[in-house]
């Protein structure tokens, strides 16, 4: 059977497989294993179970070509959104307040923001979004000018027309009303002459 010091070194080891540590780190995390191994084959408590700090800084996180999860020091992520969600039921806005990460920060490698704004660029979408904004603020100072908008008129008069095919339609039913009416009254006469 391994000992202590072994099975410490060998879970040490699989937590630096996925983790960068410098050799006294290293050295710190094994004695710290074996302390809480040798507790727990006691029947000890372990004592000062710590909160979970990022195994990296945030900027160590962002790198140029992938994204480090600061919660299980998984690396090579374009983005972090996926993983956040599957891996840690997380969304973005809680692990940015988690870390004190920028809001305007994105959850991306730097590498594919920047791909991803060339792409946007090359295909005139910042052209579109100008246009977009211009008629926006056009739309709001219209507001605040209390002046109609052209489209709000058609709008308007559109209703109007409808509502006139509605009494144009309404009026054949109204003549059709006293057709049915006879219709009616021949059961009645019908009724006294059975009764004879």
């Known amino acids: ?21 410098t050799s006294d780190e290293l050295l710190a995390e094994i004695a710290k294993v074996h302390a809480a191994l040798k507790n727990l084959e006691a029947g000890q408590a372990i004592e000062g179970v710590e909160e979970a700090r990022p195994s990296v800084s945030v900027k160590e996180a962002f790198k140029k070509n992938e994204v480090v999860c600061l919660l299980c020091g998984k690396g090579g992520f374009k983005t972090l959104a996926r993983h956040l969600s599957t891996a840690h039921g997380m969304k973005p806005g ?40 211009e008629v926006r603020m056009a739309n709001i100072e219209a507001k605040k000018e209390g002046v109609a908008k052209p489209a709000k008129a058609a709008k308007i008069a559109k209703p109007a027309k409808a509502a006139a095919t ?16 006879p219709k009616a009254a021949a059961p009645k006469a019908a009724a006294p002459k059975a009764k004879k």
Request: charged residues 25%.
């Open 1 to 21: 059977m391994a000992t202590l010091v072994e099975i410490a070194a060998q879970l040490v080891s699989s937590h630096a497989s996925s983790t960068p540590m």
């Open 94 to 133: 809680a692990y940015k307040k988690q870390f004190g990460i920028s809001s305007k920060q994105a959850l991306s490698a730097k590498s594919y923001s920047e791909a991803r704004r060339k792409m946007a660029q090359d295909r005139g979408l910042a052209d579109n979004l100008a246009k977009a904004r």
């Open 166 to 181: 509605a009494k144009a339609v309404k009026a054949p039913k109204a003549a059709k009303a006293p057709k049915a009416a």
